[in-house]
């Protein structure tokens, strides 16, 4: 009897699916009046019947295999808009709702959202062309749904006609983020972005480089290919092969696509990991042949079926190896629970679905609950429109099998939609009487939010409230920013390259800098390099013309001046190295040639010292010691070779290279990376300890002749040098930017000019100025004057030493009368030590003149 009973009601199912629809009305899936209504989309049937490979004809076919998780969301929001109703929420006014099954087309779902755009209470289902679509009154103020990210942007697409409010509660594909396209579009999930970027952050913490991914040919699909790509790279993840399958079960190759692809993953033996984008219809094709060929891997799943029961119940299904998988945060769902239980007291009427599942739970009346599913898919296959058989009254809805099969995320998701319409609606009823369908258009409800959009360059924040619809705007920090309005997140700029200030809207290229020709600090220090340099010109140019005068020989000699204006001015030159873009040729050449030439300097200021030093002492040992250490050539070599060896070994071990500083965070500085610190700080510290010891040697003859000593203008010269270069060490350890080579630049010429002056200024006012005292006889007076001052010198504090012990022993302190007498005979011998000396005076200065000349 039992078996009659189920083979009657198949043939009746089979019998009334076989004509497509003939009315609108006939589309509706479950209907229910109210004040507002709230249209829905749900894909309860897999795919459309046709017995053709296309259509022929412009008609919506009947639809086919029975979903029975959609089914479950379909009551979800039937469930939500009954609490709302319920609640206190909308005072008296009371939502309706229109479902419409989607079939997993893109044509019915288009067909649907037809409907919902055609004009409220008209006798005809009529939707209108207008230019201005304010003040239209369309059949729905909003719409919950699609699932599917492919079909839920085709009907955006049309609802953005007249802005209808779309709440998706699943699509997450990352473009329906964007206002532009999708200015009515709202969604209770996180987009793609994120899944993608857990998946790929998944995989590479779990040690995971070589991984298959398979995804369908829609919008979905493809978007999360490329985010998944994209987010996979970063994490040095590689994708061996990607597997793309239709869409939609009606295309007739989805079964050579399917096994291709298990071929595929049985070739690729070392990918042992593999990323599923698919529906679930996909998934539970593949799985159950991937049984059947005894394949192995660890699967991630994606939100679309990672808690889809459907899957978790295929058979054997433990052995494909291990699933993991990404899921919707999940709600309270008690009270949705209470619905099922009680679901048999619902209203079947106008709720096509509803029938349906019973009808098919009927023919399954007598299967065990871990076949019912299959069964009931089985009993589907060609179902398309219901049969009304007499039901035994002791039937069960078989509360408990609806309740496995809920997805808890998916439905926490639809009260959430259905909650954010409820309290846009609330507050637009505030003010207007709701209880009239024409008290406001559906474009107001995308301004009635808890939150005000995000405008691009802010991020939303999250509040501490319940409702993920009540967030804050909040401004993307530097560096960051966002493009589209209500993004999650902010996106980084590649601090390398690309800069953003506070709250933008796009990346901008970080500007190059260096110290450019251009630049006024630039023009000014070449300004004075070249005046530098038209100073070193002129004085080569009047020494040459008083060749053979005293000073000029005094000073060296030509070939010296010559070899010392050479080292000035190529310390001059050196600082153009120091300005325009670098490049490896001016990094290099730069320190070196300020280096070795700053060094030939010093040294023949070097030899000079010690010169003066010879010329001028009178202490025998000291002349024998300076005799041994004069050699002018030796010392110039042997200095200026040692700096040499110092800069080769830099730039042979560590030279200065061209580097881009991007730590600042609006521009890329080109810079000079002096290589090693510590041979650049060797050579400048050489500098250093040749010209303290020339500071020494000058300072010991600072009170030499006037007129013709070098030794306290040598001195002044050393305290310049030392002075700017001293100063220069914490100004260039805590200066940073495209002026840092300016603060060396700015050194050398303190330091150049200081030597330069001190050394050849005091000269060329004798030979421009003081022109009288530029003679061989006055130099010859000065010496002579120099030599007999020092002798009498000498004399005189002889004489003193000898009165002192004179009167010393020749005084008694108690005999006055002899006091007189002492006094006259200390004077007299004072008298007569200043005679001796003044004779001794006369007669040693003579041969000294012809010797110091000579040397000098």
């Not at 999930?189 to 991914?213: C, E, F, R």
């Not at 010329?615 to 025998?620: I, L, N």
Request: glycine share 4%; charged share 15%; net charge neutral.
């Amino acid at each position: 009897m039992a078996l009659l009973i189920i083979q009657i009601t198949c043939l009746v199912i089979i019998l009334a699916t076989s004509q497509p629809c003939q009315t609108p009305d006939d589309l509706v899936a479950a209907t229910s009046p109210g004040h507002i209504m709230i249209g829905g989309l749900f894909a309860i049937h897999e795919k459309m019947m046709s017995s053709e490979d296309y259509p022929r004809r412009p008609q919506i076919q009947k639809c086919v295999g029975f979903e029975i998780s959609i089914f479950l969301q379909t009551l979800a929001m039937i469930h939500s808009i009954e609490m709302i109703n319920n609640s206190t929420l909308l005072s008296g006014v009371k939502l309706g709702y229109e479902i419409y099954d989607t079939c997993t087309e893109v044509t019915v779902a288009m067909a649907a959202a037809l409907r919902f755009l055609s004009k409220l209470n008209c006798s005809r289902e009529v939707v209108e062309l207008k230019c201005d679509y304010s003040s239209y009154m369309p059949r729905v103020k909003a719409v919950i749904g699609a699932g599917y990210s492919e079909i839920t942007m085709a009907v955006s697409r049309m609802l953005n006609l007249q802005l209808i409010p779309q709440v998706s509660y699943e699509s997450t594909a990352e473009i329906l983020s964007d206002k532009v396209r999708f200015p009515s579009f709202l969604r209770t999930v996180p987009s793609d972005y994120y899944q993608t970027k857990a998946i790929a952050h998944l995989i590479q913490k779990s040690g995971w480089n070589w991984i298959g991914m398979i995804t369908t040919d829609d919008d979905y699909g493809r978007l999360a290919l490329s985010t998944f790509a994209i987010q996979a790279a970063a994490n040095n993840v590689c994708i061996a092969f990607k597997e793309v399958f239709p869409a939609f079960l009606s295309d007739n190759t989805i079964e050579g696509r399917i096994n291709q692809t298990l071929e595929k993953i049985i070739a690729e033996a070392q990918v042992n990991v593999i990323v599923v984008f698919l529906r679930q219809f996909h998934v539970f094709s593949l799985f159950n042949k991937a049984i059947e060929k005894n394949i192995n891997k660890i699967w991630i799943a994606s939100d679309n079926w990672s808690t889809a029961t459907k899957i978790a119940t295929i058979p054997n299904v433990r052995r494909i190896g291990k699933i993991v998988g990404f899921a919707f945060r999940r709600g309270n769902m008690s009270s949705f629970h209470s619905f099922l239980q009680n679901l048999h007291m619902h209203r079947k009427d106008n709720n096509k679905p509803l029938n349906e599942y019973i009808m098919l739970l009927s023919a399954c009346a007598y299967v065990k609950d871990s076949e019912l599913s299959e069964c009931i898919s089985n009993q589907s296959l060609g179902l398309g429109s219901l049969a009304k058989l007499a039901i035994a009254s002791n039937f069960s809805l078989r509360n408990d099998f609806l309740w496995d099969y809920s997805e808890p995320g998916l439905v926490h998701s639809i009260q959430l939609a259905a909650l954010a319409l409820g309290y846009a609606i609330r507050d637009l009823c505030q003010a207007r009487d709701c209880h009239n369908p024409n008290a406001f258009q559906p474009w107001e409800q995308v301004q009635s939010r808890c939150s005000q959009e995000c405008s691009p360059g802010e991020m939303k924040k999250t509040t501490r409230s319940q409702h993920t619809c009540c967030y804050e705007c909040v401004n993307c920090p530097e560096n960051h920013y966002t493009n589209q309005t209500d993004m999650d997140h902010c996106l980084v700029c590649n601090n390398e390259t690309h800069w953003a200030p506070g709250r933008s809207t796009t990346c901008y290229e970080k500007e190059v800098e260096f110290l450019s020709w251009s630049d006024p600090l630039a023009i000014l220090l070449l300004g004075l390099a070249l005046l530098g340099i038209l100073f070193v010109l002129a004085i080569g140019i009047l020494f040459t013309r008083n060749l053979n005068t005293p000073v000029v020989k005094s000073s060296g000699g030509l070939a010296v001046c010559y070899v010392m204006l050479l080292c000035h001015f190529l310390n001059f030159v050196s600082t153009g190295f120091f300005v325009g873009e670098p490049q490896s040729f001016t990094c290099q050449t730069r320190q070196t040639l300020f280096g070795v030439s700053l060094t030939l300097c010093i040294s023949c200021i070097l030899t000079k010292s010690l010169k003066i030093l010879l010329a001028f002492s009178f202490d025998p040992k000291l002349q024998i010691l300076l005799k041994c250490l004069y050699k002018p050539i030796p010392i110039i070599f042997t200095c200026t070779g040692i700096q040499v060896v110092i800069c080769t070994l830099w730039l042979t071990l560590a030279a200065p290279v061209v580097e881009e500083n991007v730590s600042l965070p609006r521009v890329i500085i080109l810079e000079c990376e002096e290589g090693s610190i510590v041979a650049f700080g060797t050579m400048l510290g050489y500098i250093a300890f040749l010209a303290f010891i020339c500071f020494i040697f000058a300072f010991k003859g600072r009170k030499l002749p006037e007129n013709y000593n070098e030794a306290k203008f040598i001195t002044f010269g050393m305290l310049i040098y030392f002075i700017a270069w001293i100063t220069f060490i914490p100004v260039y350890a805590n200066t940073f930017g495209k002026y840092l080579p300016a603060v060396e630049v700015i050194v050398i010429l303190i330091s150049n000019y200081g030597i330069l002056c001190c050394t050849f200024f005091p000269k060329c006012y004798v030979l421009l100025w003081k022109q009288e005292i530029n003679t061989k006889s006055a130099f010859l007076q000065m010496v002579y004057s120099y030599s007999s001052h020092s002798a009498s010198s000498i004399a005189v504090s002889h004489a003193s030493l000898d009165a002192t012990n004179s009167n010393t022993t020749g005084s008694n302190p108690s005999s006055d009368s002899k006091s007189t007498a002492s006094q006259k005979s200390k004077g007299l011998q004072a008298h007569v030590f200043a005679d001796r000396y003044r004779e001794k005076s006369l007669r040693v200065p003579k041969p000294l003149p012809r010797k110091r000349i000579s040397s000098i």
